[in-house]
């Protein structure tokens, strides 16, 4: 494949009848003017590739222009924002968890003292209930729940 760099205004000729002129604008882009035969048909790149392959033996994609990495810097922004805010509604959702879960394990206990002190509540309810929420959260290490089943089971 011949690579040829051109300035602004120059051109290249293929064969007799094909001549390719390039005209630079602003940025990174260019204007290219192409005097061929009506019969032969000229696409641009990306037009080609809507239906076939990129052909053999040309250069990568065209590095993106600075408007198009602005855009996908702000949406990279974006989605980290949008990342960040799920994190942290996670992160609520997961302290909310743990004061639930505190104050339950508070109520039972409150609940296994009740029982002890009158009798009126079944142990197997509370143990039963004590069981579920361990399932949904174990119990932190050296907790009172710990000590009970600890003592239930001698």
């Given amino acids: 494949m011949l690579s040829l760099q051109l300035k602004s205004g120059e051109y290249l000729t293929i064969g007799e009848e094909i001549a390719v002129q390039v005209f630079k604008q602003s940025g990174n882009s ?30 990568d994609k065209r590095p993106k222009s600075p408007s ?43 609940a296994g003292a009740l029982q002890a002190a009158h009798g009126t509540i079944p142990p197997e309810a509370i143990a039963r209930l004590r069981r579920r929420l361990d399932t949904l959260s174990p119990a932190p290490a050296g907790s009172a729940q710990e000590e009970q089943s600890g003592e239930q089971g001698l």
């Fill in 68 to 110: 198009e990495k602005a855009r996908d810097a702000q949406k990279l922004q974006r989605l980290r924002e949008k990342q960040r805010r799920h994190e942290a509604e996670r992160q609520r959702i997961a302290d909310e968890q743990r004061a639930v879960t505190e104050e339950l394990r508070s109520l039972l206990d409150q």
């Fill in 30 to 59: 260019f204007r290219v003017a192409v005097k061929a035969p009506r019969e032969m048909a000229i696409l641009r790149g990306e037009v080609l590739e809507r239906s076939d392959a990129r052909p053999e033996g040309l250069h």
